[in-house]
Protein backbone atom coordinates (compact mmCIF):
# COMPACT_ATOMS: atom_id res chain seq x y z
CA UNK A 1 0.00 0.00 0.00
CA UNK A 2 1.08 3.32 -1.15
CA UNK A 3 2.76 5.84 1.78
CA UNK A 4 0.58 9.02 2.53
CA UNK A 5 4.11 11.18 2.33
CA UNK A 6 2.89 14.74 2.49
CA UNK A 7 1.63 15.15 5.86
CA UNK A 8 -2.42 17.28 5.74
CA UNK A 9 -2.32 20.42 7.07
CA UNK A 10 -3.92 21.34 10.14
CA UNK A 11 -6.95 23.18 8.77
CA UNK A 12 -9.81 24.97 10.93
CA UNK A 13 -12.70 23.15 9.22
CA UNK A 14 -12.38 19.70 10.65
CA UNK A 15 -13.95 17.80 7.77
CA UNK A 16 -11.48 19.43 4.96
CA UNK A 17 -9.04 16.80 6.63
CA UNK A 18 -10.68 13.92 5.11
CA UNK A 19 -11.46 15.90 1.90
CA UNK A 20 -7.83 16.05 1.36
CA UNK A 21 -6.78 12.67 2.39
CA UNK A 22 -9.59 11.61 -0.18
CA UNK A 23 -8.82 13.79 -3.12
CA UNK A 24 -4.78 13.17 -2.78
CA UNK A 25 -5.62 9.58 -2.36
CA UNK A 26 -8.66 8.58 -3.79
CA UNK A 27 -7.87 4.90 -3.05
CA UNK A 28 -8.26 5.71 0.48
CA UNK A 29 -12.37 5.41 0.07
CA UNK A 30 -11.98 2.09 -0.68
CA UNK A 31 -9.76 1.68 2.04
CA UNK A 32 -12.37 2.69 4.67
CA UNK A 33 -14.96 0.74 2.88
CA UNK A 34 -12.49 -2.55 3.71
CA UNK A 35 -12.62 -1.70 7.11
CA UNK A 36 -16.00 -1.90 7.70
CA UNK A 37 -15.71 -5.12 6.40
CA UNK A 38 -13.04 -6.48 7.87
CA UNK A 39 -14.72 -4.96 11.61
CA UNK A 40 -18.16 -5.97 10.34
CA UNK A 41 -16.84 -9.41 10.01
CA UNK A 42 -14.76 -9.65 12.97
CA UNK A 43 -18.17 -8.39 14.44
CA UNK A 44 -20.20 -10.96 13.44
CA UNK A 45 -18.06 -13.35 14.32
CA UNK A 46 -16.61 -12.51 17.87
CA UNK A 47 -19.36 -10.50 19.22
CA UNK A 48 -17.47 -7.14 19.70
CA UNK A 49 -17.73 -4.23 17.30
CA UNK A 50 -14.71 -4.42 15.47
CA UNK A 51 -13.66 -1.09 16.69
CA UNK A 52 -10.14 -2.04 17.31
CA UNK A 53 -9.07 -2.86 13.77
CA UNK A 54 -11.28 0.40 12.41
CA UNK A 55 -10.26 2.47 14.86
CA UNK A 56 -6.34 2.53 14.16
CA UNK A 57 -6.78 1.33 10.25
CA UNK A 58 -8.37 5.02 9.33
CA UNK A 59 -5.40 6.71 11.87
CA UNK A 60 -3.48 4.74 9.17
CA UNK A 61 -4.91 6.45 6.40
CA UNK A 62 -3.89 10.33 7.82
CA UNK A 63 -7.57 10.63 9.93
CA UNK A 64 -6.37 12.21 13.21
CA UNK A 65 -7.72 9.51 16.51
CA UNK A 66 -10.54 12.48 17.76
CA UNK A 67 -12.07 11.84 14.00
CA UNK A 68 -11.57 8.40 13.52
CA UNK A 69 -13.39 7.77 16.69
CA UNK A 70 -16.22 10.10 15.77
CA UNK A 71 -17.02 8.08 12.88
CA UNK A 72 -16.43 4.77 14.47
CA UNK A 73 -18.79 5.82 17.18
CA UNK A 74 -21.37 7.45 15.20
CA UNK A 75 -21.34 3.89 12.82
CA UNK A 76 -21.43 1.61 16.39
CA UNK A 77 -24.98 3.18 17.05
CA UNK A 78 -26.82 1.65 14.12
CA UNK A 79 -25.10 -2.16 14.21
CA UNK A 80 -26.04 -1.86 18.53
CA UNK A 81 -29.85 -0.84 17.64
CA UNK A 82 -30.11 -4.00 15.13
CA UNK A 83 -28.15 -6.42 17.86
CA UNK A 84 -30.07 -5.22 20.60
CA UNK A 85 -33.23 -5.34 19.01
CA UNK A 86 -32.31 -9.65 18.25
CA UNK A 87 -31.51 -10.11 22.05
CA UNK A 88 -34.10 -8.23 23.53
CA UNK A 89 -36.91 -10.44 21.56
CA UNK A 90 -34.85 -13.08 23.25
CA UNK A 91 -34.94 -12.19 26.43
CA UNK A 92 -31.10 -11.05 27.10
CA UNK A 93 -31.31 -7.28 28.61
CA UNK A 94 -31.51 -6.31 31.52
CA UNK A 95 -32.66 -2.52 30.76
CA UNK A 96 -32.28 -1.86 34.58
CA UNK A 97 -29.15 -2.98 34.55
CA UNK A 98 -28.23 -0.68 31.51
CA UNK A 99 -29.92 2.08 32.43
CA UNK A 100 -27.76 2.41 35.74
CA UNK A 101 -24.32 2.14 34.15
CA UNK A 102 -25.75 4.31 31.10
CA UNK A 103 -25.69 7.22 33.61
CA UNK A 104 -22.18 7.02 34.57
CA UNK A 105 -21.34 5.70 31.01
CA UNK A 106 -23.07 9.05 29.65
CA UNK A 107 -20.27 10.63 32.27
CA UNK A 108 -17.55 8.92 30.89
CA UNK A 109 -18.24 9.55 27.23
CA UNK A 110 -18.64 13.19 27.72
CA UNK A 111 -15.34 13.42 29.28
CA UNK A 112 -13.63 11.37 27.04
CA UNK A 113 -14.68 13.45 24.33
CA UNK A 114 -14.23 16.87 26.01
CA UNK A 115 -10.32 15.09 26.63
CA UNK A 116 -9.95 14.07 22.83
CA UNK A 117 -11.09 17.54 21.48
CA UNK A 118 -8.72 18.99 23.71
CA UNK A 119 -5.61 17.78 22.28
CA UNK A 120 -6.76 17.72 18.99
CA UNK A 121 -7.39 21.91 19.42
CA UNK A 122 -3.85 22.03 21.04
CA UNK A 123 -1.55 19.90 19.80
CA UNK A 124 -3.38 19.17 16.25
CA UNK A 125 -3.93 16.09 14.33
CA UNK A 126 -0.23 14.72 15.71
CA UNK A 127 -1.11 15.23 18.98
CA UNK A 128 -5.07 13.39 18.68
CA UNK A 129 -3.58 10.88 17.15
CA UNK A 130 -1.10 10.22 19.78
CA UNK A 131 -3.48 10.25 22.64
CA UNK A 132 -5.63 8.07 21.30
CA UNK A 133 -2.19 5.53 20.09
CA UNK A 134 -0.87 5.27 23.53
CA UNK A 135 -4.58 4.84 25.21
CA UNK A 136 -4.92 2.38 22.97
CA UNK A 137 -2.11 0.25 23.02
CA UNK A 138 -2.22 0.55 26.92
CA UNK A 139 -5.86 -0.48 27.36
CA UNK A 140 -5.97 -3.30 25.00
CA UNK A 141 -2.55 -5.22 25.30
CA UNK A 142 -3.86 -5.49 29.37
CA UNK A 143 -6.87 -6.93 27.47
CA UNK A 144 -5.74 -9.40 24.30
CA UNK A 145 -2.94 -10.55 27.02
CA UNK A 146 -5.57 -11.39 29.17
CA UNK A 147 -7.81 -13.15 27.47
CA UNK A 148 -4.59 -14.83 25.71
CA UNK A 149 -3.41 -15.97 28.84
CA UNK A 150 -6.86 -17.54 29.50
CA UNK A 151 -7.42 -19.18 26.05
CA UNK A 152 -3.81 -20.98 26.00
CA UNK A 153 -4.55 -22.08 29.81
CA UNK A 154 -7.71 -23.71 28.53
CA UNK A 155 -6.08 -25.29 25.63
CA UNK A 156 -3.85 -26.63 27.87
CA UNK A 157 -6.27 -28.54 29.54
CA UNK A 158 -6.08 -25.53 32.57
CA UNK A 159 -8.56 -23.38 33.29
CA UNK A 160 -11.72 -22.75 31.32
CA UNK A 161 -12.27 -19.12 31.50
CA UNK A 162 -10.81 -16.34 32.99
CA UNK A 163 -9.63 -15.78 37.13
CA UNK A 164 -12.78 -14.92 39.09
CA UNK A 165 -11.11 -13.10 41.39
CA UNK A 166 -12.44 -9.51 40.51
CA UNK A 167 -16.31 -11.29 41.14
CA UNK A 168 -15.45 -12.74 44.86
CA UNK A 169 -13.57 -9.31 45.11
CA UNK A 170 -17.25 -7.27 43.98
CA UNK A 171 -18.56 -9.40 45.98
CA UNK A 172 -17.46 -8.77 49.29
CA UNK A 173 -18.04 -5.28 48.45
CA UNK A 174 -21.45 -4.78 49.85
CA UNK A 175 -21.72 -1.44 49.92
CA UNK A 176 -25.32 0.33 50.40
CA UNK A 177 -27.06 0.38 48.84
CA UNK A 178 -27.48 -2.58 46.78
CA UNK A 179 -29.77 -3.16 43.77
CA UNK A 180 -31.04 -6.03 42.45
CA UNK A 181 -31.37 -7.05 39.07
CA UNK A 182 -33.62 -9.61 37.88
CA UNK A 183 -33.13 -10.41 34.70
CA UNK A 184 -29.07 -10.85 35.05
CA UNK A 185 -29.66 -12.71 38.89
CA UNK A 186 -27.83 -10.50 40.15
CA UNK A 187 -27.45 -8.30 43.49
CA UNK A 188 -24.59 -5.35 42.88
CA UNK A 189 -23.18 -2.35 45.16
CA UNK A 190 -24.41 1.30 43.34
CA UNK A 191 -20.87 2.18 43.73
CA UNK A 192 -19.37 -0.84 41.39
CA UNK A 193 -21.98 0.00 39.48
CA UNK A 194 -20.96 3.71 38.78
CA UNK A 195 -16.85 2.93 38.57
CA UNK A 196 -17.52 0.39 35.95
CA UNK A 197 -20.54 2.98 33.75
CA UNK A 198 -17.64 5.39 34.36
CA UNK A 199 -14.84 3.11 32.74
CA UNK A 200 -16.75 2.33 30.19
CA UNK A 201 -18.11 5.15 28.89
CA UNK A 202 -14.40 6.65 29.34
CA UNK A 203 -13.02 3.66 27.03
CA UNK A 204 -15.58 4.08 24.37
CA UNK A 205 -15.70 7.49 24.05
CA UNK A 206 -11.91 7.74 23.57
CA UNK A 207 -11.02 4.69 21.37
CA UNK A 208 -14.50 3.43 19.87
CA UNK A 209 -14.24 0.53 22.30
CA UNK A 210 -16.80 -0.33 24.54
CA UNK A 211 -17.98 -3.88 24.74
CA UNK A 212 -14.38 -5.42 25.38
CA UNK A 213 -14.61 -3.93 28.41
CA UNK A 214 -17.97 -3.81 29.28
CA UNK A 215 -19.39 -7.54 28.73
CA UNK A 216 -16.13 -8.63 30.68
CA UNK A 217 -16.91 -6.77 33.65
CA UNK A 218 -20.39 -7.64 33.72
CA UNK A 219 -19.74 -11.23 34.03
CA UNK A 220 -16.57 -11.29 35.74
CA UNK A 221 -17.18 -8.50 38.20
CA UNK A 222 -20.73 -8.20 38.37
CA UNK A 223 -21.55 -12.25 37.41
CA UNK A 224 -24.36 -12.04 34.70
CA UNK A 225 -24.79 -14.34 32.61
CA UNK A 226 -22.78 -14.54 29.36
CA UNK A 227 -26.14 -14.21 27.10
CA UNK A 228 -27.41 -11.68 29.09
CA UNK A 229 -24.06 -9.23 29.66
CA UNK A 230 -23.82 -9.34 25.65
CA UNK A 231 -26.85 -8.35 24.79
CA UNK A 232 -27.35 -5.85 28.06
CA UNK A 233 -24.44 -4.18 26.71
CA UNK A 234 -25.60 -4.29 23.11
CA UNK A 235 -28.83 -2.26 24.66
CA UNK A 236 -26.12 0.04 26.17
CA UNK A 237 -23.73 0.54 23.45
CA UNK A 238 -27.15 2.10 21.30
CA UNK A 239 -27.50 4.69 23.60
CA UNK A 240 -23.22 5.33 24.18
CA UNK A 241 -23.61 5.55 20.46
CA UNK A 242 -25.73 7.83 19.98
CA UNK A 243 -24.32 10.37 22.57
CA UNK A 244 -21.04 9.86 21.52
CA UNK A 245 -22.10 10.69 17.85
CA UNK A 246 -24.19 13.75 18.92
CA UNK A 247 -21.12 15.20 21.14
CA UNK A 248 -18.23 14.31 18.90
CA UNK A 249 -20.94 15.90 15.76
CA UNK A 250 -21.51 18.41 18.18
CA UNK A 251 -17.57 19.68 18.27
CA UNK A 252 -17.74 18.76 14.30
CA UNK A 253 -15.51 15.53 14.55
CA UNK A 254 -17.80 13.29 12.61
CA UNK A 255 -17.54 13.04 9.01
CA UNK A 256 -20.52 11.63 7.60
CA UNK A 257 -18.28 10.34 4.77
CA UNK A 258 -16.51 8.14 6.43
CA UNK A 259 -19.60 7.34 8.78
CA UNK A 260 -21.30 5.70 5.93
CA UNK A 261 -18.22 4.45 3.70
CA UNK A 262 -17.50 2.04 7.13
CA UNK A 263 -21.26 1.19 6.88
CA UNK A 264 -21.13 0.10 3.21
CA UNK A 265 -18.62 -2.42 4.17
CA UNK A 266 -19.83 -3.63 7.69
CA UNK A 267 -22.99 -4.55 6.98
CA UNK A 268 -21.70 -6.82 4.22
CA UNK A 269 -19.07 -8.30 6.74
CA UNK A 270 -21.00 -9.10 9.62
CA UNK A 271 -23.52 -11.43 7.58
CA UNK A 272 -20.70 -13.76 6.85
CA UNK A 273 -19.23 -13.15 10.39
CA UNK A 274 -21.78 -14.58 11.75
CA UNK A 275 -21.80 -17.67 9.47
CA UNK A 276 -18.42 -18.33 10.69
CA UNK A 277 -18.79 -17.90 14.85
CA UNK A 278 -21.20 -20.53 14.21
CA UNK A 279 -18.58 -23.12 12.47
CA UNK A 280 -15.78 -22.39 14.77
CA UNK A 281 -15.46 -23.57 18.50
CA UNK A 282 -15.66 -20.39 21.14
CA UNK A 283 -11.89 -21.27 22.31
CA UNK A 284 -10.59 -20.32 19.10
CA UNK A 285 -12.45 -17.39 18.82
CA UNK A 286 -11.41 -16.14 21.90
CA UNK A 287 -7.60 -17.36 20.41
CA UNK A 288 -7.75 -15.47 17.03
CA UNK A 289 -9.28 -12.33 18.70
CA UNK A 290 -6.81 -12.06 21.44
CA UNK A 291 -4.02 -12.32 18.88
CA UNK A 292 -5.72 -9.56 16.73
CA UNK A 293 -6.08 -7.18 19.43
CA UNK A 294 -2.09 -7.70 20.55
CA UNK A 295 -1.23 -7.61 16.60
CA UNK A 296 -3.62 -4.37 16.29
CA UNK A 297 -1.74 -2.68 19.35
CA UNK A 298 2.10 -3.68 18.16
CA UNK A 299 0.10 -1.90 15.04
CA UNK A 300 -0.19 1.61 17.10
CA UNK A 301 3.15 0.92 19.11
CA UNK A 302 4.82 1.19 15.78
CA UNK A 303 3.03 4.55 14.64
CA UNK A 304 3.36 6.17 18.12
CA UNK A 305 7.60 7.58 17.14
CA UNK A 306 5.91 8.50 14.28
CA UNK A 307 3.34 11.68 15.79
CA UNK A 308 6.27 12.20 18.93
CA UNK A 309 8.58 13.26 16.25
CA UNK A 310 5.74 15.44 14.82
CA UNK A 311 5.67 16.77 18.13
CA UNK A 312 9.18 17.53 18.24
CA UNK A 313 9.10 15.13 21.34
CA UNK A 314 11.76 13.42 19.47
CA UNK A 315 13.68 13.47 16.30
CA UNK A 316 13.74 10.78 13.78
CA UNK A 317 15.08 10.72 10.64
CA UNK A 318 12.83 10.32 7.61
CA UNK A 319 13.88 7.06 6.83
CA UNK A 320 13.12 5.99 10.23
CA UNK A 321 9.21 7.90 9.85
CA UNK A 322 8.63 5.79 6.95
CA UNK A 323 9.57 2.74 8.07
CA UNK A 324 7.58 2.76 11.37
CA UNK A 325 4.22 4.28 8.81
CA UNK A 326 5.14 0.99 7.28
CA UNK A 327 5.35 -1.52 10.09
CA UNK A 328 2.29 -0.06 11.34
CA UNK A 329 0.45 -0.67 8.10
CA UNK A 330 1.88 -4.27 7.53
CA UNK A 331 0.65 -5.28 11.54
CA UNK A 332 -2.81 -3.68 11.19
CA UNK A 333 -3.77 -4.60 7.30
CA UNK A 334 -1.38 -7.80 7.70
CA UNK A 335 -3.63 -9.29 10.84
CA UNK A 336 -6.65 -7.99 9.42
CA UNK A 337 -6.46 -9.70 6.00
CA UNK A 338 -5.26 -13.22 7.58
CA UNK A 339 -8.49 -12.86 10.10
CA UNK A 340 -10.36 -12.07 7.18
CA UNK A 341 -9.33 -14.94 4.57
CA UNK A 342 -9.53 -17.48 7.66
CA UNK A 343 -13.29 -16.69 8.69
CA UNK A 344 -14.35 -16.14 4.90
CA UNK A 345 -12.70 -19.58 4.03
CA UNK A 346 -14.05 -21.26 6.76
CA UNK A 347 -17.61 -20.03 5.54
CA UNK A 348 -16.83 -20.79 2.21
CA UNK A 349 -15.13 -24.64 2.94
CA UNK A 350 -18.86 -25.22 4.99
CA UNK A 351 -20.80 -23.63 2.10
CA UNK A 352 -19.33 -26.26 -0.42
CA UNK A 353 -19.41 -29.57 2.08
CA UNK A 354 -23.29 -28.34 2.23
CA UNK A 355 -23.82 -28.49 -1.58
CA UNK A 356 -22.48 -31.77 -1.65
CA UNK A 357 -24.63 -33.02 1.00
CA UNK A 358 -27.57 -31.46 -1.21
CA UNK A 359 -26.23 -33.35 -4.28
CA UNK A 360 -25.27 -36.42 -2.77
CA UNK A 361 -27.91 -37.14 -0.72
CA UNK A 362 -30.71 -34.92 -2.34
CA UNK A 363 -31.27 -33.12 1.18
CA UNK A 364 -33.50 -29.88 0.75
CA UNK A 365 -31.30 -26.70 0.13
CA UNK A 366 -33.11 -24.98 2.90
CA UNK A 367 -31.42 -27.64 5.31
CA UNK A 368 -29.55 -26.89 8.26
CA UNK A 369 -26.35 -28.63 8.60
CA UNK A 370 -25.20 -28.20 11.95
Known amino acids: MAALSAPVAEIANKTEIVTQIFQSHPWSMAVVVLLGFMGGLLSGFIGSGGAFIMTPGMMNLGIPGVMAVGANITHKFGKAMMGSKKHGEMGHVDKKLAIFMLITALIGIKLAVWVNGYFFEKLGKAGSSL ?23 TLR ?8 FLLELASKLQIPPLIHFKVAGVKISLLVIIVVGLAVGYMAGTIGVGGFIGVPAMIYVFGVPTVVAAGTELFLAMFMGAWGAFNYALSGYV ?20 IGTSLVKELYIRLITAILILLCCISR ?43 LITVLKAHFAKQRLVKRYAVPATTTIK
Do not use: W
Request: aromatic share 12%.
Open 157 to 164: GGATGPSK
Open 301 to 343: AFAIPEYMNSLHIINLTPQNVHLCETLSRIFLFGSGFVATLFI
Open 131 to 153: YVSVFFVLTLSLIGGSMLKDALK
Open 255 to 274: DLRLTLLLYAGSLVGIYFGA
